[in-house]
């Protein structure tokens, strides 16, 4: 398992690397090849996981006397968690071979070098946090996925797309330092970078720590306060806002701070109240902003906002003692990077496709592009929580863990039924929508689309069956 891992890692590094070296006309394959490679690694750590009897490992592999600096872990959320990111990041970049074209009418544009190679990067920074042991091991591929996010979202090398690159990398900066001060603080109090280290802490200290792995993750995972870089990410190409908003970027702040709960043992209660708190305002104020949005891609930077929030409110609900909230939170991450990629993907194939990614312009798709059609209907009915999409699975399960949670303390009863209210107000929302552009007559730009082609038609049909059985595989693995 140590030499896969480390290969899911490594693969798509050094696959970036021969990008930048080789000719320009290979780059495609050399992108699609390498996260083929790792996304085969990490499949098979997962396997070699459940074989050994999913008994989690810790692996040290750089270290000095006591001092922990790099290691690996392999549980259950790191191999769920890991082969999504990495798995997506494939389908990314089988999706951008056709995207990035001459052939899109919206963006006609041949994808050069640096942005497979970025691509790749992206795709070994995110295992590389998702399976490391310490603080330093995280902080150094947060870092590596902000630089990549730069790059990726100003690659267009126009104006607003290069101020929308820097806001991201520098709000997520600021962010990170709420890691550095819990790496500086875990070693001082334990002479260690390991994430086990916070679980010694006493409850002052580990308090302080998880809240700077808080503050760090909501920058991350663009939450209030540090909300206001997402939505301006939308100037990347589709299938980079795709990755960045549904497996990567967004991903590390929910998924490090799942990671410092595990690690941290009991956790003091006040790092949850801070959690939910935050969680549903910003749950309240991501849905009265998607409201207005007529850009199909402005709307789902909002509807992540509001995703997100339903992790950490889980998360910070497992604090007070539920299991399944945990669990939900976790499945949420893994189902949401199915069906967020595919409705940004959905948006992206419009783009290519008819010219636009505007939902008045797109009415009567079902009769001229049926699968698009399709898509935008299995990932709006799995984004809003809607049976038996994967969406609806860890929905019921975080819900079910807070009206558990809210027979001791009836402050959660009313946390729970606020979020409620915005889930069925999103499905209603998105049924609108849906109404309003998927059937009827065919507008002018749908009547004049051109075919999609064969690569993003595979892509969305592997995430709309994903979108139907992802809830179940997370369930399996999870227990």
Same mark, same amino acid.
């Given at each position: 398992?140590?030499?896969? #891992?480390?290969? *899911?890692?490594?693969? !798509?590094?050094?696959?970036?690397?021969?990008?930048?070296?080789?000719?320009?006309?290979?780059?495609?394959?050399?992108?699609?090849?390498?996260?083929?490679?790792?996304?085969? @690694? /990490?499949?098979?750590?997962?396997?070699?996981?459940?074989?050994?009897?999913?008994? +989690?490992?810790?692996?040290?592999?750089?270290?000095?006397?006591? @001092?922990?600096?790099?290691?690996?872990?392999?549980?259950?959320?790191? *191999?769920?968690?890991?082969?999504?990111? /990495?798995?997506?990041?494939?389908?990314? @970049?089988?999706?951008? *071979?056709?995207?990035?074209?001459?052939? $899109?009418?919206?963006?006609?544009?041949?994808?050069?070098?640096?942005?497979?190679?970025?691509?790749?990067?992206?795709?070994?920074?995110?295992?590389?946090? /998702?399976? +490391?042991?310490?603080?330093?091991?995280?902080?150094?591929?947060?870092?590596? *996925?902000?630089? @990549?996010?730069?790059?990726?979202?100003?690659y267009y090398e126009k104006p607003k797309g290069l101020k929308?690159?820097?806001?991201?990398?520098?709000?997520?900066?600021?962010?990170?330092?709420?890691?550095?001060?819990?790496?500086? %603080?875990?070693?001082?109090?334990?002479?260690?970078?390991?994430?086990?280290?916070?679980?010694?802490?006493?409850?002052?200290?580990?308090?302080?720590?998880?809240?700077?792995?808080?503050?760090?993750?909501?920058?991350?995972?663009?939450?209030?306060?540090?909300?206001?870089?997402? !939505?301006?990410?939308?100037?990347?190409?589709?299938?980079?806002?795709?990755?960045?908003?549904?497996?990567?970027?967004?991903?590390?702040?929910?998924?490090?701070?799942?990671?410092?709960?595990?690690?941290?043992?009991?956790?003091?209660?006040?790092?949850?109240?801070?959690?939910?708190?935050?969680?549903?305002?910003?749950?309240?104020?991501?849905?009265?902003?998607?409201?207005?949005?007529?850009?199909?891609?402005?709307?789902?930077?909002?509807?992540?906002?509001?995703?997100?929030?339903?992790?950490?409110?889980?998360?910070?609900?497992?604090?007070?003692?539920?299991?399944?909230?945990?669990?939900?939170?976790?499945?949420?991450?893994? $189902?949401?990077?199915?069906?967020?990629?595919?409705?940004?993907?959905?948006?992206? #194939?419009?783009?290519?496709?008819?010219?636009?990614?505007?939902?008045?312009?797109?009415?009567?798709?079902?009769?001229?592009? !049926?699968?698009?059609?399709?898509?935008?209907?299995?990932?709006?009915? #799995?984004?809003?929580?809607?049976?038996?999409? $994967?969406?609806?699975?860890?929905?019921?399960?975080?819900?079910?863990?807070?009206?558990?949670? +809210?027979?001791?303390?009836?402050?959660?009863?009313?946390?729970?039924?606020?979020?409620?209210?915005? %889930?069925?107000?999103?499905? #209603?929302?998105?049924?609108?929508?849906?109404?309003?552009?998927?059937?009827?007559?065919?507008?002018?730009?749908?009547?004049?689309?051109?075919?999609? !082609?064969?690569?993003?038609?595979?892509?969305?049909?592997?995430?709309?069956?994903?979108?139907?059985?992802? %809830?179940?595989?997370?369930?399996?693995?999870?227990?």
């Amino acid at each position: 398992m140590e030499k896969l #891992a480390l290969a *899911t890692i490594l693969v !798509p590094f050094a696959g970036a690397v021969i990008t930048l070296l080789a000719p320009k006309g290979a780059a495609k394959w050399i992108g699609q090849l390498s996260s083929a490679i790792a996304s085969i @690694c /990490v499949l098979m750590v997962a396997l070699s996981y459940h074989s050994s009897g999913q008994a +989690s490992v810790g692996i040290d592999l750089l270290s000095f006397g006591s @001092c922990q600096i790099f290691g690996l872990t392999i549980d259950s959320v790191s *191999t769920l968690i890991g082969f999504a990111v /990495v798995f997506l990041g494939f389908l990314v @970049c089988v999706y951008s *071979t056709a995207y990035l074209s001459d052939g $899109n009418r919206e963006h006609p544009h041949v994808g050069r070098p640096r942005y497979y190679a970025f691509l790749q990067i992206f795709i070994g920074a995110m295992a590389g946090l /998702v399976f +490391s042991s310490s603080i330093v091991g995280q902080l150094l591929f947060f870092e590596i *996925t902000g630089a @990549c996010s730069w790059g990726l979202i100003g690659y267009y090398e126009k104006p607003k797309g290069l101020k929308a690159a820097m806001k991201a990398l520098i709000i997520t900066h600021i962010a990170s330092i709420g890691l550095y001060f819990a790496a500086a %603080s875990v070693f001082a109090s334990t002479g260690s970078f390991a994430l086990t280290g916070i679980q010694t802490l006493g409850e002052g200290m580990k308090t302080a720590v998880l809240l700077g792995v808080l503050f760090a993750a909501w920058g991350k995972s663009a939450q209030l306060p540090m909300h206001m870089w997402l !939505p301006e990410a939308m100037e990347a190409p589709t299938p980079v806002s795709a990755y960045l908003h549904a497996a990567s970027m967004v991903k590390v702040g929910v998924y490090i701070f799942a990671r410092g709960i595990l690690s941290a043992g009991t956790v003091p209660h006040v790092v949850g109240t801070v959690g939910v708190v935050m969680a549903l305002i910003t749950l309240l104020y991501g849905f009265a902003m998607y409201l207005p949005q007529k850009d199909m891609k402005r709307l789902l930077a909002y509807s992540t906002i509001t995703q997100l929030s339903y992790i950490f409110l889980a998360l910070s609900l497992s604090i007070f003692g539920s299991t399944m909230a945990f669990k939900g939170g976790i499945a949420h991450i893994f $189902n949401h990077a199915f069906a967020k990629s595919l409705f940004f993907l959905v948006a992206g #194939a419009f783009s290519y496709s008819c010219g636009t990614r505007l939902m008045p312009q797109l009415r009567g798709v079902l009769s001229r592009l !049926p699968l698009l059609g399709i898509s935008f209907c299995v990932a709006a009915l #799995a984004i809003s929580g809607v049976p038996p999409f $994967n969406g609806f699975f860890s929905k019921f399960m975080i819900f079910s863990a807070g009206f558990e949670l +809210s027979r001791d303390n009836v402050l959660f009863l009313i946390v729970m039924v606020i979020a409620m209210l915005e %889930s069925v107000a999103t499905f #209603a929302w998105f049924l609108m929508w849906f109404g309003r552009t998927i059937p009827g007559e065919p507008s002018p730009e749908v009547a004049a689309a051109q075919p999609v !082609p064969f690569a993003i038609k595979f892509v969305l049909v592997v995430l709309i069956v994903m979108s139907l059985c992802s %809830s179940f595989i997370a369930a399996a693995w999870l227990g």
